[in-house]
């Protein structure tokens, strides 16, 4: 089994076996066909947004987080820093 797992190609997911490698007999297990992901998208734009704005990206990482989970943990740190200042 980790034989088999070593094989698989950790971008797509196929093995080198997989595919027909030139002979008339056989046809490819798998299509290439094209799919958008608005994930992918945004986090793409994001990205450039950054690299744009000319800020260091070394290290840096966008990650998408669910929106109400993004909310309560602003407001929590809005409530930190007030409560810091008082």
Not at 30 to 36: E, P, R
Not at 46 to 63: F, T, W
Not at 64 to 83: D, I, K, W
Request: contains cysteine; hydrophobic residues 35%.
């Amino acid at each position: 089994m980790e034989e088999y797992q070593r094989s698989v190609c950790p971008q797509c997911g196929t093995r080198y076996d997989d595919w027909d490698h030139g002979g008339d007999d056989e046809e490819d297990r798998y299509t290439a066909v094209l799919q958008k992901c608005v994930g992918c998208e945004v986090i793409a734009d994001k990205q450039q947004e950054l690299a744009d704005s000319g800020a260091p990206m070394h290290g840096m990482k966008v990650a998408l987080v669910p929106a109400a989970a993004h909310a309560a943990l602003e407001m929590l740190r809005g409530m930190q820093h007030q409560n810091s200042t008082d």
